[in-house]
C-alpha cells in the first residue's frame, strides 16, 4: 500500500512469480508465504532469512517453513518465470 511495489515490481514477469508461488501453495495446501519462504530457505547463499514478522501469524508461517522441502519440479515452476531487474536505489560509482 505504500507505492513500492508500483517502483520495484513493474514488470508483468514480477506478478507471474506470484502465480507461480501461489499455484504451488495451492497444490500444497500452504499458504503462499510459507512456500515462498521454502523456496528462500532451500537456497545455499541463504544463511538466515530476516522476517519481518508484525503478526503472530508471520512468526508462525516462518517457523512452519523450515519444514517445507520443496521438490526438484516445485522449484522449477516457482523459478521459471523470474526475470532479473536492473539495480535500482544505488548511486553510480564515482570514478
Known amino acids: 500500500s505504500d507505492g513500492l511495489d508500483q517502483i520495484l515490481y513493474d514488470q508483468p514477469s514480477d506478478w507471474d512469480v506470484v502465480d507461480a508461488v501461489k499455484k504451488v501453495a ?13 523456496w528462500l530457505m532451500s537456497k545455499p547463499a541463504v544463511t538466515a532469512p530476516i522476517v519481518g514478522a508484525t503478526k503472530l501469524k508471520h512468526l508462525e508461517d516462518a517457523v512452519a517453513a523450515a519444514e517445507i522441502e520443496l521438490t526438484a ?19 553510480a560509482p564515482r570514478s
Not at 495451492?26 to 521454502?38: C, K, N, S
Not at 519440479?73 to 548511486?91: K, S, W
Open 26 to 38: 495451492g497444490e500444497r495446501g500452504e499458504p503462499p508465504a510459507r512456500i515462498a519462504l521454502a
Open 73 to 91: 519440479e516445485e522449484v522449477a515452476v516457482l523459478e521459471a518465470p523470474y526475470r532479473a531487474h536492473p539495480v535500482r536505489g544505488l548511486a
